[in-house]
């Protein structure tokens, strides 16, 4: 069975610094899809970045970038040059099922303090 | 470009009692998907639904059901409802369902039950 393991319920960061969300995973399918979501305290989940199980490049989008282990299982999320409005929940998820339906499964989520 | 849009914000309801949530897809998405979310944890997928026929389901009883429309929009039921449906519920949608595209979700429609 899939399943995604966050294991940091809170983290703090200080303004302007970069901070590093974990996130391990555990599937048998070869083909796979890892996406980290931000969910401020409005309840919205907001797509941040994709990584697929045969990119050999770690994903980038702006300030987030996704470092992919495959070995470990491993999909930890970096947010460079942190911002007060990047104080949320942030939610690890994996992409599971058959290729014409697929669920995403996520994690418990890390809470992310961001201090001025 | 229009986001996801869910209806209503909040809603209140009581033990047994039935409810229909609703959501609009964004525009030129083909695919809903539906999450409970309850306090403090993380969403769990209850069915998803593609050219107006489930198309998965996740371990929810059969009174949680559903229906796509021709316009892509859906719409979540639930009968005879208990405390532990007390969550918040999450639309999501892509434009086809395969894995590697990013469901784009709605800010969902927060559900108490007395």
């Known amino acids: 069975a899939q399943k995604i393991t966050q294991t940091q319920p809170g983290m703090f960061v200080q303004e302007k610094e970069a901070v590093t969300l974990d996130c391990t995973y555990d599937?048998?399918?070869?083909?796979?899809?890892l996406f980290w979501y931000k969910q401020p305290s409005s309840g919205e989940m907001i797509f941040l970045i994709y990584?697929?199980?045969?990119?050999?490049q770690n994903a980038t989008e702006g300030r987030y970038s996704l470092n992919f282990q495959k070995a470990r299982k491993s999909a930890n999320l970096v947010i460079s040059a942190s911002q007060l409005g990047d104080s949320a929940m942030y939610f690890c998820?994996?992409?599971?099922?058959?290729?014409?339906?697929?669920?995403?499964?996520f994690g418990s989520g890390t809470r992310l303090l961001v201090r001025p | 470009e229009t986001g996801v849009t869910q209806s209503p914000t909040h809603l209140i309801k009581t033990r047994g009692q039935q409810v229909t949530l609703r959501c609009s897809s964004q525009?030129?998405?083909?695919?809903v998907s539906w999450y409970q979310q309850a306090l403090g944890q993380g969403p769990q997928f209850i069915f998803q639904?593609?050219?107006?026929?489930?198309?998965g389901r996740g371990n929810f009883p059969p009174r949680f059901s559903g229906l796509q429309f021709p316009n892509y929009s859906s719409e979540l039921n639930v009968n005879a409802l208990e405390l532990d449906d007390s969550a918040l519920y999450l639309c999501?949608?892509?434009?086809?369902?395969?894995?590697?595209?990013?469901?784009?979700f709605g800010d969902g429609t927060r559900l108490s039950i007395l």
């Open positions: 999501a949608s892509s434009l086809i369902s395969y894995r590697n595209q990013p469901q784009h």
């Open positions: 998820a994996m992409s599971a099922g058959m290729d014409s339906s697929y669920k995403l499964i």
């Open positions: 990584q697929g199980s045969y990119d050999e």
């Open positions: 525009s030129g998405h083909n695919t």
């Open positions: 639904y593609y050219r107006e026929e489930e198309n």
């Open positions: 599937t048998s399918d070869q083909s796979y899809g």
